[in-house]
């Protein structure tokens, strides 16, 4: 139990960091309608399942459509 007590201030601001990019990436896929590349479901399964950083990355790297 010490050790995660240890690592607590780093963690508390990169969980916080990830479910900001999360709720940002699923807000951003709900809201617009045309991807660069697949479909609002197949992004909505990749930000999900990989929700640690790189389902969001990958999202806004490959499938965000340029406004």
Do not use: C, S
């Not at 007590?5 to 963690?11: A, C, G, Q, T, V």
């Not at 951003?28 to 045309?34: A, C, D, F, P």
């Amino acid at each position: 139990m010490d050790k995660i007590m240890e690592y607590l201030p780093f963690l508390i601001p990169l969980i916080i960091v990830e479910f900001a990019l999360l709720g940002y990436t699923l807000y951003h896929i709900l809201t617009h309608k045309n991807y660069k590349r697949g479909t609002r479901t197949l992004w909505l399964v990749v930000a999900i399942i990989g929700m640690q950083f790189i389902g969001p990355i990958l999202y806004f790297l490959l499938g965000k459509e340029e406004d």
